[in-house]
């Protein structure tokens, strides 16, 4: 089955071919789809694009950018975190910094470095720790604090359809039901002013097709792979996930669209209540002390004991 | 029976490879024979996307292009 006479350069699962242009309509179609489905962006807004310098996020930036240019009530920035991780973020904010500059878009830069005092890198040289778990604990904090202070009204991140397949299934196997309340096209549980509401526009797009549409329009670039990756339980889940997909084409769309069924009830079994403010640095924060303090806690500590 | 000479180049692995396959070779059969999961590549010829059931040709030079993100 094909779209048309064209020379189809996209396969779906379903088997129907697609030519360039097709694609992109398609493409385009379902992020603004998804947008419109999960009311993920209003009238008005001041959005921040968490740019990492991969091809997800610069497709985000991409589409909403030209979103922007035709409705002036929108506005858009990229946000960028810069964990201080040796050849490899080096390499993609250089990409995220020709893109913002040759497309005249704003980009505000935060490192760990200046921010916490060390490189993430650095900070794995002290602890014993699981890589992923604090990076993601210090970029969830910095994106959120930072895009609060810069006014922005929402964070749009490239999460795909492959990206919330590993998360559920990942939260599945810890048996981490409100780890997956937190999931979905707008993430978080609790509407709090100091949190800034978290989208995803690509969450219905898997990353091949996020691939095929930034291949297609000039945005991907050499491939890069965090060092820290191959230590993950994520890098498990998400190849023995495509194995699945391969022998049985659509699991991920299945148990993405599942999981949307019951998102609703697991979001108001977990909600929470009010949420505090850090005891140490007045971020919101479930506990006494958030999570990024008690890290820098621990380091401060082993820096002492090493010294 | 012939065979083909093809030229590829893994992004993932920064890597250049020279294979022999069979005459009437598709890209399947080139994916299969580099143990590659179709799922986590797009394929690209002459900086164009073709799929997998896209005839190769003699001296063709394809890019193999992986899909995953990077963290
Ligand atoms: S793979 Fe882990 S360490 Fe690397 S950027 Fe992602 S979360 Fe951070
Ligand atoms: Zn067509
Ligand atoms: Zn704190």
Same mark, same amino acid.
């Given at each position: 089955?094909?779209?048309?006479?064209q020379?189809?350069?996209?396969e779906m699962?379903?088997?129907?071919?697609?030519c360039?242009?097709h694609f992109?309509?398609y493409?385009?179609?379902?992020?603004?789809?998804?947008i419109?489905?999960?009311?993920?962006?209003?009238?008005?807004e $001041?959005?921040?694009?968490?740019l990492?310098g991969?091809k997800?996020?610069?497709?985000?930036l991409?589409?909403?950018?030209?979103?922007?240019?035709?409705n002036?009530k929108i506005?858009?920035?990229?946000?960028?975190?810069d964990?201080g991780?040796?050849n490899?973020r080096?390499?993609?904010?250089?990409?995220?910094?020709e893109?913002c /500059?040759?497309?005249?878009?704003d980009?505000?830069?935060?490192?760990?470095k200046?921010e916490?005092?060390?490189?993430?890198?650095?900070?794995? $040289?002290?602890?014993?720790?699981?890589?992923?778990t604090?990076?993601?604990i210090?970029?969830r904090?910095?994106?959120n604090?930072?895009?609060?202070?810069?006014n922005?009204?929402? @964070?749009?991140?490239?999460? /795909?359809?492959?990206?919330?397949c590993?998360?559920?299934l990942?939260?599945q196997?810890?048996?981490?039901?409100?780890?997956s309340?937190?999931?979905?096209?707008k993430?978080?549980?609790?509407q709090?002013?100091?949190?800034?509401?978290r @989208?995803?526009?690509?969450?219905?797009?898997?990353?091949?097709?996020?691939?095929?549409?930034?291949?297609?329009?000039?945005?991907l670039?050499?491939?890069?792979e965090?060092p820290n990756?191959i230590?993950s339980?994520r890098?498990?889940?998400?190849?023995?996930?495509?194995?699945l997909?391969?022998?049985?084409?659509?699991?991920?769309?299945?148990?993405?669209n599942?999981f949307?069924?019951?998102?609703?009830?697991?979001?108001?079994?977990f909600?929470s209540?009010?949420?505090?403010a850090c005891?140490?640095?007045?971020?919101?924060?479930?506990?006494?002390?958030?999570?990024a303090c008690i890290?820098?806690?621990?380091?401060? $500590?082993?820096?002492?004991?090493?010294v | 029976?012939?065979k083909?000479? %093809?030229?590829?180049?893994?992004?993932?692995?920064n890597?250049?490879?020279?294979?022999?396959?069979?005459?009437?070779?598709?890209?399947?059969?080139?994916?299969?024979?580099?143990?590659?999961?179709?799922?986590?590549?797009? %394929?690209?010829?002459?900086?164009?996307?073709i799929?997998?059931?896209?005839?190769l040709?003699?001296?063709?030079?394809?890019?193999?292009?992986?899909v995953?993100?990077?963290?």
């Open positions: 089955m094909n779209c048309c006479s020379k189809p350069v996209f699962h379903s088997g129907e071919k697609l360039k242009p992109t309509e493409f385009e179609g379902k992020v603004f789809k998804t419109r489905q999960f009311d993920l962006i209003g009238k008005e $001041n959005l921040g694009v968490a990492s991969g997800d996020s610069l497709t985000v991409h589409i909403l950018h030209r979103l922007s240019m035709q002036p506005k858009i920035c990229a946000i960028a975190i964990e991780i040796h490899y080096d390499k993609t904010l250089e990409t995220a910094k893109f /500059n040759k497309n005249s878009i980009l505000h830069i935060f490192s760990y200046e916490f005092g060390l490189t993430l890198d650095e900070m794995l $040289n002290i602890l014993d720790v699981k890589p992923c604090i990076c993601g210090f970029r904090y910095l994106l604090k930072k895009s609060r202070e810069l922005f009204t929402k @964070i749009a991140t490239g999460h /795909n359809l492959d990206d919330e590993q998360s559920v990942m939260n196997m810890r048996n981490d039901a409100g780890a309340a937190r999931l979905g096209p993430a978080g549980l609790t709090d002013s100091r949190f800034v509401q @989208i995803k526009p690509l969450y219905l797009c898997t990353e091949k097709e996020v691939t095929a549409y930034a291949f297609i329009n000039g945005l670039d050499s491939f890069n965090c990756a230590h339980f890098v498990q889940v998400r190849d023995n996930l495509n194995d997909e391969n022998k049985f084409p659509g699991t991920k769309y299945s148990i993405v599942s949307l069924q019951v998102l609703p009830f697991l979001k108001e079994k909600k209540g009010s949420v505090k005891a140490k640095c007045g971020e919101p924060s479930a506990n006494d002390v958030c999570n890290y820098l806690e621990k380091l401060k $500590n082993s820096i002492i004991r090493v | 029976m012939d083909l000479k %093809v030229s590829v180049f893994l992004d993932r692995d890597l250049n490879k020279t294979l022999q396959l069979d005459d009437n070779s598709i890209v399947s059969d080139l994916l299969k024979e580099l143990k590659i999961n179709p799922v986590t590549v797009i %394929v690209s010829r002459n900086n164009e996307l799929l997998e059931d896209e005839k040709k003699n001296n063709d030079e394809i890019k193999i292009l992986s995953i993100s990077g963290g």
